[in-house]
Structure formats: structure tokens, C-alpha cells
């Protein structure tokens, strides 16, 4: 576990991170995140890009969720979210990144497809995460089997109180997501995992301490052999138990 100072600190860290992943490469797959926390480590890279840094031209990608119902046009979709703030401004060929479809007709069919072209594509090298504050992971809301594959939720009312910010009205945010399940997220060789904020501290707290179960959907992490997170002093600060060490050595 690496500990940073502040949002810049945060963003510096984890675009370092996936640069260096990058490099060791000729090709990678990415599992991608939205949400606040990721945008700073999408700036840097962008800034990595631009310098010369980094391509992406031989890296797919595959984000983990989007909300059903919202066009890609939508400027709360995360289709518009990954091309404003990342993919516009980088040499990602179109036909190398991919979120799910949430206005798909059949949607259930569209959890299966997704699937099949991750795998397609060889699965994923590096997960990057992050974390709501009730502990979900990509949308994966507490209760979430662990075995899940990518499949169609309903939103905890908590989630779309927390994600209201982004939108006019609670009333606009949608109801149902599809996101990639937890056993998918599992599948990633490596997973980068992204902390911020002292209203994170507590799933941070059960991600580090709390007992592996389905009601917090993060400790399913502690089962997969390659976890780094980084966490900014404030989310880090509120989850502390003193005198504990823990299990990422923080
Ligand atoms: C959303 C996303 C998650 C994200 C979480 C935390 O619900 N589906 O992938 O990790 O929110 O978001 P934030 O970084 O804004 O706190």
C-alpha cells in the first residue's frame, strides 16, 4: 500500500503506476474505472501522453460499468465521461476501447457479449479501481455474490445519493447499472486500486481489516494475489487502527 499527500499526490502515483506497467509491454488490456477519484490519474496521463511518456496505441480497454439507460451522448454517462477525460486526448484507437452498452436492447445479452470480448481480448492486465463509500466495487453492491460475472444491478439508494452530485435531480440518476461482476474483476492479473477521501475511510477500514464477506463488495480483493492500492492520507488517516499493521504493509 502506498499512502500520498492530497490529489495530486494521488494522480502523480497511479499514472506512474500504469506507465510503468505500459512499458514493461508491447500490448496491454486495461480495465478502467470512473467515478472522481480516477480523473486526476487521467490528467497525468494525458500530460505523460503529450510529453512523449506513454502511448496507447497498443492497449485495449475495458471499463467496468455504465448506467443503463443513458445515451453515450449523455454528459453523465461514462461513455462521455471516458471520452472527455481520456480518451479524446490520447492515441487509443476507437475500436481498442469499450464500456458496456447500457442502451442495448437486450441488456442481459450485452453482459454476455462484454464478457466474451474480454476474454477475446486476451483478459485484463491491469483492473484499475476504485471505491464507493458503502465498499462497492465497480457497481457491485453489497451482497453481490462473489462468483458474479458482468451483470445488470440495481442501484443501492446509497449510490445514487452518493453519484447525485453529477446530475440535476436524485430523480435523474438512473436506477440500474451493468458492471463487470466481482469474480471479472478477480480475473485481472493486477489490480490498482484507488482511495480518496476521508468518507472513503471506513470501506477502506473493511478493505484492510474487516472480514472477507459479500456484504463489502472491496474484501473480495484480499483473495487476489496482486493488489496494490494507493490511498491519500485523509481516507487513510480516517480508517487507521492504531498500533495495527495491516495487511498491504501500510
Ligand atoms: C461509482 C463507480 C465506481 C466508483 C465509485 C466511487 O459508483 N461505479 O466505479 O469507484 O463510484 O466514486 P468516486 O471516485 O466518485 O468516489
Redesign the pocket.
Known amino acids: 500500500m502506498k499512502i500520498v499527500n492530497g490529489k495530486d499526490g494521488l494522480a502523480k502515483e497511479a499514472a506512474n503506476y500504469i506507465v510503468e506497467h505500459l512499458k514493461k509491454r508491447d500490448a496491454s488490456v486495461l480495465g478502467l ?7 486526476g490519474t487521467y490528467k497525468e496521463l494525458i500530460a505523460m501522453h503529450k510529453e512523449g511518456k506513454v502511448s496507447f496505441a497498443n492497449v485495449h480497454t475495458f471499463n ?2 455504465e448506467y443503463v439507460g443513458l445515451k453515450n451522448t449523455d454528459t453523465n454517462s ?1 461513455h462521455y465521461y471516458m471520452k472527455e477525460l481520456f480518451f479524446s486526448h490520447i492515441d487509443v484507437p476507437e475500436d481498442q476501447f469499450h464500456l458496456p452498452k447500457g442502451t442495448a436492447e437486450d441488456i442481459e445479452a450485452e453482459c454476455h457479449t462484454y464478457e466474451k470480448l474480454i476474454r477475446q481480448t486476451g483478459g485484463i492486465d491491469l483492473q484499475l ?5 458503502n465498499g ?4 457491485n453492491e453489497p451482497g453481490t455474490s462473489f462468483q458474479s460475472r458482468t451483470h445488470v444491478v440495481t ?1 443501492d439508494e446509497s ?1 445514487r445519493e ?2 447525485a452530485r453529477f446530475f440535476d435531480a436524485i430523480e435523474d440518476v438512473p436506477t440500474h ?1 451493468i ?1 463487470m461482476g466481482i469474480e471479472s474483476i478477480l480475473e485481472a492479473k493486477d489490480i490498482l486500486l ?1 482511495v ?2 476521508k ?2 475511510g471506513e470501506a477502506l477500514s473493511e478493505l484492510l481489516y474487516g472480514d472477507v464477506r459479500e456484504d463489502i463488495p472491496a474484501t473480495a480483493l484480499r483473495k487476489h494475489p496482486s493488489v496494490t492500492v494507493i490511498v491519500d492520507t485523509e481516507a487513510y488517516q480516517a480508517a487507521k487502527i492504531p498500533g495495527e499493521e495491516n495487511l498491504y504493509g501500510g
Open positions: 474505472a470512473t467515478g472522481s477519484t480516477p480523473v467496468l460499468d461514462y479501481l476504485g471505491i464507493g463509500t462497492h466495487i465497480g457497481f442501484l449510490t452518493a453519484n447499472a458492471t484507488l480518496a477521501g468518507e472513503k
